[in-house]
């Protein structure tokens, strides 16, 4: 358990031998896109590969800027029934990050975006390489980290994305990839 009430940390979610084995199989089956986006004329270039996929019907802006939304996966249906039947709820997106190596990482934000509504449920599971989660308090000095090791499952309760941000720093050392799905529930408009 960590300094931080509004995280939860599940270790060996998922166990050795099957994190490793549906990391191998999202490594190979995912047909990764080019990390080059153009956004209103402008070229960027996302330092991780990136993946999403969502129900029939969800629109997400951060993703419909940059990602085509994809079907479900047989493989990630399994983890999204695992993790939902878990924790009693339901998820009906998931964002899949692929960090290469040390240098692929996430910069600091808050999934706070409006159509994850008022109170942002998230669900984050590791495979791969270890990697450290950085949060920092958005109006106190107050940060933290964990280690997410794979197999492990983050909750992140709705309050986490209000108060704190959070991010995966570059650890230049690390050659192995580290793959993370984020499952999210994009709230559709009456
Ligand atoms: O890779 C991680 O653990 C976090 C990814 C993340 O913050 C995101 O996709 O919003
Ligand atoms: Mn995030």
Do not use: C
Request: hydrophobic share 35%; net charge neutral.
């Amino acid at each position: 358990m960590t300094a931080n009430k509004e995280l939860r940390v599940i270790e060996h979610f998922y166990d050795a031998a099957e994190s490793d084995s549906i990391y191998r199989r999202l490594l190979l089956e995912q047909n990764w896109p080019d990390n080059r986006y153009s956004v209103a004329g402008r070229e960027f270039m996302l330092p991780r590969l990136q993946t999403w996929h969502a129900d029939p019907g969800i629109s997400y802006s951060y993703s419909n800027n940059l990602l085509q939304t994809r079907s479900w996966t047989p493989l990630l249906s399994d983890i999204r029934q695992k993790i939902e039947h878990f924790l009693n709820f339901s998820f009906n997106s998931v964002l899949v990050n692929l960090y290469r190596n040390g240098e692929d990482y996430v910069g600091w934000h808050a999934d706070n975006e409006a159509e994850l509504g008022e109170r942002p449920f998230i669900a984050s599971l590791t495979l791969g390489a270890t990697r450290r989660f950085a949060f920092r308090h958005k109006k106190t000095a107050e940060n933290g980290s964990i280690l997410l090791g794979s197999g492990t499952l983050l909750v992140m309760q709705p309050d986490f994305q209000h108060h704190w941000l959070h991010s995966i720093p570059i650890d230049s050392e690390l050659t192995q990839g580290r793959i993370n799905l984020t499952f999210r529930k994009v709230i559709v408009p009456k």
